[in-house]
C-alpha cells in the first residue's frame, strides 16, 4: 500500500483534545520580582492534537510525535502589576518512551501571547519585565501520558513557560513561569495502530548554504527606534544521522544600534567600522523532514562586540527548506539568556553525498 493512501485512512482516527491545569510559580530571575510577586501562578489550558500513526518514515524516526495548537490562560503572580497572558501557539510533542499504556513527552511550543498588563512611566510603572501586550509565548513541557483506554488518558508534568517581545519594545526582561500540569485527553474516534516502514540505510551527506538575514532591535533605553540588524553567514554541515546533523560556520554582522548603545557613559568613542562584528560559530541541527531546530554556539574573531565586550554569541534558529536548494529560517540572536534580536533569513543550499 503507497504511502499517500495509506495517510488518508489514517487522518480521521488521530485527533483528540486536550484540556490542563497549571499551578506553579514565576522564577525569581530578577530581583524585583522578589518583591513584587505576592501569590502562586494559576492557569488552564486547552488544545487540539493531531497523533501521527506512521505514514512516513520521520513519524517513525520520532517515534509518533503528536502535533497541536493551544490555547493558554495563566495568572502572573501579581493582578495589579503583572496581569495575566493569553497564548496562542503551536507545538509538537515526541515521545522519549512509548509503551501501549504509557508515555513520557517532551513538548515545545513557540507562539504569540498577549499581555493584559504592560509597562507604562505613569500607571504601572513597576512593571519592567515587559514593555508591550503582544509578545513571543514558548513553551517547554515534560509530561506522562497514561493511557486509560483508546480514547481517553491522563496527562501530567511540568512545564516551563517564557514569554516576552523579543527586544522590540523595552523594557524586556521577559516572565518565566515554573508550573506543574495535570489534565485529560479524550479522542472522540480511537487513535489508529502505529504503522512501521522498511528504512534504508543512512547515507552520509555534506552540506553548504549561505544565508542573508535582516532583522530590527530597540536599545535598552526606552526608546521607541527600531534599529536595523542584518548578517552574512557561510554555513557547513555533516548530516551524521536522518535527525542530527552538526556542523559549523562564519558569520559577518551589522549592527545600526552600536553609535547609540557606545553613547552611555563609560563606552570608549564610537567608530563606523565597530557596527561590523566577525566570528565563527558551531551549530547543533535536529531535523523532522524539511523543518529543523538549531543551536549555534559562536566566537567572535576579528572584528568584536564593542558595545558589551561579549566574547561569545548565541542563536536558535528555526529553518524551513521549501525545495531541494532555497531555505528560510527565523532566528534569536542572544548572550546566553540575554536576548539580542530576532532575525529573518533567506538562504541557498547544496548538497554532496560522502
Not at 500607571?123 to 515587559?130: A, D, G, L, P, T
Not at 559549523?248 to 563606523?272: C, F, N, Q
Request: proline share 3%; aromatic share 16%.
Amino acid at each position: 500500500m503507497n504511502q499517500k493512501l495509506l495517510g488518508q485512512q489514517l487522518s480521521k482516527k488521530n485527533l483528540s483534545f486536550r484540556v490542563d491545569a497549571t499551578h506553579g510559580f514565576v522564577l525569581p530571575e530578577y530581583q524585583h520580582f522578589n518583591y513584587l510577586v505576592n501569590k502562586p501562578v494559576q492557569g488552564l489550558e486547552v488544545s487540539l492534537t493531531k497523533a501521527a500513526t506512521g505514514k512516513n518514515y520521520w513519524e517513525q524516526l520520532y517515534k509518533y510525535p503528536e502535533i497541536g495548537l493551544a490555547l493558554s490562560y495563566s495568572t502572573l503572580g501579581n493582578d495589579k502589576v503583572f496581569g495575566s497572558e493569553l497564548g496562542l501557539f503551536p507545538y509538537a510533542q515526541i515521545a522519549f518512551i512509548r509503551r501501549p499504556k504509557f508515555l513520557f513527552t517532551n513538548l515545545f511550543g513557540l507562539g504569540i501571547g498577549y499581555a493584559t498588563k504592560k509597562f507604562d512611566l505613569e500607571n504601572n510603572y513597576e512593571n519592567i519585565s515587559v514593555g508591550s501586550h503582544f509578545n513571543v509565548h514558548f513553551n517547554f513541557k515534560l509530561g506522562t501520558k497514561w493511557m486509560l483506554s483508546k480514547v481517553l488518558a491522563i496527562n501530567s508534568g511540568l512545564s516551563f513557560t517564557h514569554y516576552s517581545n523579543a527586544n522590540m519594545a523595552e523594557p524586556n526582561l521577559g516572565v518565566n513561569l515554573l508550573t506543574a500540569f495535570a489534565g485529560i485527553s479524550y479522542s472522540p474516534l480511537p487513535i489508529g495502530d502505529l504503522h512501521t516502514i522498511q528504512l534504508d540505510a543512512h547515507k552520509i551527506k555534506n552540506e553548504l548554504a549561505f544565508i542573508y538575514s535582516v532583522g530590527g532591535k530597540h536599545t535598552r533605553a526606552l526608546q521607541s527606534t527600531v534599529y536595523f540588524t542584518s548578517s552574512i553567514s557561510g554555513e557547513y554541515k555533516y548530516h551524521l544521522k536522518r535527525k542530527f546533523h552538526i556542523g559549523g560556520g562564519i558569520d559577518l554582522s551589522y549592527d545600526t544600534a552600536t553609535e547609540v548603545e557606545m553613547s552611555s557613559p563609560g563606552k570608549s568613542d564610537y567608530r563606523s567600522i565597530y557596527d561590523f562584528r566577525t566570528g565563527f560559530h558551531f551549530s547543533q541541527e535536529i531535523v523532522y523532514d524539511r523543518f529543523s531546530f538549531i543551536l549555534q554556539e559562536g566566537i567572535y574573531l576579528g572584528l568584536v562586540d564593542r558595545v558589551n565586550n561579549n566574547f561569545m554569541y548565541n542563536r536558535v534558529i528555526l529553518r524551513w527548506k521549501f525545495n531541494d536548494h532555497f531555505l528560510v529560517h527565523a532566528s534569536m540572536r542572544s548572550y546566553l539568556h540575554i536576548l539580542d534580536y530576532p532575525e529573518l533569513g533567506f538562504g541557498y543550499y547544496f548538497l554532496k553525498s560522502k
